[in-house]
C-alpha cells in the first residue's frame, strides 16, 4: 500500500496548497542572484569553502547550521547540493531544513530552505541523488505534521517539489539505488523509534520503507528489522542491488564514566529488497568493530560534542568492475574494551568484508596517535570510489591545545587502494575548531548546547572525496564543503590525477606516483623519477656511441649500442606528455 498522510489536523489538500506557495518563493530566493565565491579556510593543500552564505557569497554572522549531508549529481559531478540544519539570524530556536547547490565544484554556492508549515522545525536532514541527476532531500518535520518527508529536484537543488510524507520517527537516512541494474532508482529509508509526543503506531516497530517510484509514492513499512533497537546507523547499495545497513543496538548493557554502554554493532542485509514484489526480509550480524559502542554521556568527563551524538556507524560497498568489486567496509567509532579512566576513550576502527558480509576482518584502529585520555576520535565518514580507493576522514582532539584540549578539533584523512588492508598516514586537512561554542542563541543569550549536531557526511569519486562538515572558523558553527584526495607528492593535485595526466608515472601500477617511491625506473636516465624530454634528450645526445657497460640505463635494449631505437623505446615509456621524437 502506498503512502499517504494520516494522523494530522491538516488535510491533504491544504498541505498540499500550502508547498506549493512556498516552493515557488524557495525558487525566487535560490535564483535571484548568481552566487560569488564562497569565503574559505585552507589547510595545507586543501581548501574548504563556507556553504551557508548569503547571495553576495558572504558570511551570515549570527546563523548557524550543522549536520550537513552531501549529494552528487552523476551526470554532472561539477553539480553538487548540501543540506544543513539552520538556524536563523537572528536567532531563535526554530530550525529550518537548509540546502545550497553548486554548479562550479562546490567554489560557489547558492542557498535556500525547504518549505514548512506554520510553527513546524525540520532536522536530520539527508541527501541524496539518482542515476537520472535527480536529487532527494530527507528531512523530518515537527509541528504541524510530526513525520519525515522527502522533497525532490529535477533542476540541480534549485527548487524542490511539494513533499511525500513518510514516517515519524528520529535519525532516519535515506539512500537511491544507483547500481544500473533493475532496482536502479529505488529509494530506502530506515529510521530510529521515536520518543516524539504522539508516534505514529503504524510505523512502530518497523524501521525500513522503500519506494519503487523514483519517490512518488513509499510503500507501508512491512519488514521489521532483526535488531529491533537498531539506531546512528547507514545504508548503501551492492553492486548488484543489495540492501545493506550498519548500525548500533542501542540496548542498554551498562554504564561507565564516559556514559551509556550500546550492546552492539551490526550488520544488516537485504537481498529481496530490490525486488518490488517481495516482502523485505533482512539477516543480521553482529561485528566487532574494536571496541564498545557508547553514548558518552558523562558529567565528569570532558567530552568533544557533549550534548550530541559522536556519529553514524558507516557503511560503504565497492561497485567498482575491478577485482574488489562487492567488498563491503565499515567505520565506527568505538571505545577500547576495558576502558578505566585515565586510558584512550575512542578511537575509529574499519572492517571489510570479501564475502556479502558473511564474514568480516578483525577491526583495524585507523587513527594513528599515540594513546591519550584527551584524544577523541568521532564524526567518522567512510566511502568509496568508482576505482576501488576507500576514503575515511574524522573528527580527531589530538592536537587540541591549552587546559582543555577535548574542546578542539580538526579533520584527519586517510585512504587505502588495497580494499583496506594498508592505509596511508593520518593526515590532517583541515585547520584546529572549537567544538564548544553553542549552536544557538536566543535574545542574546547563549542556550547551553555545546553540540556540533549528530553526523557529518561524505562521498567519493575516482579522484577524491567531497565532504560536508560543520566547524567554527567564523566564531560560530557554519556548514562547510572540503575536497580531499591522495597527494603523496604535496603538489595540491590529486595522485589520480598526476597520473592520469601523465605528471608523473605510475611504473608498478599501485596508484602512487613514482615521485613518491624508492623504486628505480626503467628510462629515467637523470633520476628524478619520471621519463621525459630530459631523459630522451640524454639518449639521443649520445647516439651512435658504445654504451658504458652493461648497465648503462641509455642503452634500454641492452645490445651495446646508444642509438635510435633506444630513444623511440624510452618514448613508450614517457611518463609526460610532449616527449615524442
Not at 494520516?6 to 516552493?23: C, E, Q, T
Request: aromatic share 10%; hydrophobic share 30%.
Amino acid at each position: 500500500m502506498n503512502k499517504s498522510i494520516r494522523n494530522s489536523s491538516i488535510k491533504p489538500h491544504d498541505v498540499h496548497s500550502y508547498f506549493n506557495g512556498l516552493a515557488l518563493f524557495s525558487i525566487v530566493l535560490s535564483t535571484a542572484l548568481e552566487a560569488a565565491p564562497s569565503p574559505t579556510v585552507s589547510f595545507g593543500a586543501y581548501t574548504s569553502y563556507q556553504v551557508n552564505v548569503d547571495s553576495l557569497g558572504q558570511n551570515i554572522p549570527g546563523d548557524k547550521g550543522n549536520e550537513p549531508t552531501i549529494a552528487i549529481n552523476p551526470l554532472n559531478p561539477d553539480n553538487l547540493v548540501i543540506g544543513w540544519r539552520m538556524f536563523d539570524s537572528p536567532p531563535t530556536l526554530v530550525k529550518h531544513g537548509g540546502y545550497a547547490y553548486s554548479f562550479d565544484g562546490g567554489v560557489s554556492w547558492n542557498t535556500g530552505r525547504l518549505a514548512a508549515l506554520p510553527g513546524q522545525t525540520r532536522t536530520d536532514p539527508v541527501l541524496d541523488s539518482d542515476s537520472q541527476g535527480n536529487f532527494y532531500y530527507q528531512s523530518l518535520g515537527l509541528g504541524g505534521e510530526d513525520r519525515t518527508s522527502v522533497f525532490k529536484s529535477s533542476d540541480g537543488g534549485m527548487s524542490w517539489s511539494e513533499p511525500v510524507f513518510q514516517f515519524n520517527g528520529d535519525k532516519n537516512w535515506l539512500v537511491v539505488d544507483k547500481s544500473r541494474t533493475a532496482s536502479d532508482g529505488a529509494i530506502y529509508s530506515t529510521w530510529r523509534r521515536t520518543s516524539f509526543p504522539n508516534p505514529d503506531p503504524n510505523y512502530l516497530p518497523t524501521y525500513f520503507i522503500r519506494s519503487t517510484d523514483g519517490g512518488t509514492t513509499y510503500q507501508e513499512p512491512n519488514a521489521a528489522l532483526p535488531i529491533a533497537t537498531l539506531g546512528f546507523g547507514r545504508l548503501a547499495i551492492g553492486p548488484t542491488g543489495e540492501v545493506y545497513l550498519s548500525g548500533v543496538d542501542e540496548s542498554l548493557i551498562s554504564f561507565n564514566d564516559l556514559g551509556v554502554i550500546r550492546r552492539g554493532h551490526y550488520f544488516l542485509k537485504s537481498v529481496d529488497a530490490k525486488n518490488p514484489d517481495a516482502s523485505p526480509s533482512f539477516i543480521a550480524k553482529k561485528v566487532d568493530m574494536g571496541g564498545y559502542p557508547m553514548m558518552l554521556l558523562s558529567t565528569a568527563l570532558a567530552l568533544p560534542n557533549p550534548l550530541g551524538g559522536d556519529g553514524d556507524m558507516q557503511i560503504a560497498a565497492d561497485q567498482s568492475t575491478g577485482p574488489l568489486r562487492g567488498n563491503i567496509y565499515m567505520m565506527a567509532h568505538a571505545t577500547p574494551y576495558g576502558w578505566q579512566a585515565g586510558d584512550d576513550p575512542q578511537n575509529v576502527y574499519f572492517v571489510r568484508s570479501g564475502d556479502g558480509g558473511a564474514s568480516w576482518s578483525a577491526p583495524r584502529r585507523l587513527n594513528d596517535d599515540s594513546p591519550s585520555p584527551s584524544s577523541f576520535q568521532y564524526f567518522p565518514m567512510l566511502s568509496v570510489g568508482p576505482n576501488s580507493r576507500i576514503d575515511a576522514v574524522w573528527y580527531d582532539t589530538r592536537n587540541g591545545t591549552g587546559t582543555s584540549p577535548y574542546r578542539y578539533s580538526q579533520l584527519y584523512y586517510s585512504y587505502s587502494w588495497d580494499g583496506g588492508v594498508t592505509w596511508s598516514p593520518n593526515q590532517a586537512v583541515s585547520p584546529v575548531f572549537n567544538t564548544h561554542i553553542p549552536y544557538n542563541t536566543v535574545n542574546g543569550n547563549e542556550v547551553p548546547a555545546d553540540k556540533m549536531g549528530d553526523y557529518t557526511h561524505m562521498l567519493s569519486d575516482a579522484t577524491g572525496a567531497h565532504i560536508a562538515y560543520a566547524a567554527t572558523f567564523n566564531g560560530e558553527q557554519d556548514v562547510y564543503y572540503l575536497n580531499v584526495f591522495p597527494d603523496c607528492n604535496h603538489n595540491a593535485v590529486s595522485d589520480v590525477l598526476d597520473i592520469q595526466q601523465r605528471r608523473s608515472g605510475d611504473t608498478n601500477s599501485n596508484h602512487l606516483p613514482d615521485s613518491c617511491e624508492n623504486i628505480s625506473i626503467i628510462g629515467d636516465i637523470d633520476g628524478d623519477k619520471d621519463v621525459d624530454l630530459l631523459d630522451i634528450n640524454l639518449v639521443t645526445a649520445a647516439k651512435n656511441k658504445p654504451a658504458n657497460g652493461p648497465t648503462d640505463p641509455r642503452d634500454l635494449d641492452r645490445n651495446g649500442k646508444i642509438n635510435l631505437l633506444d630513444a623511440r623505446k624510452q618514448t613508450l615509456l614517457c611518463t609526460r606528455p610532449r616527449c615524442a621524437v
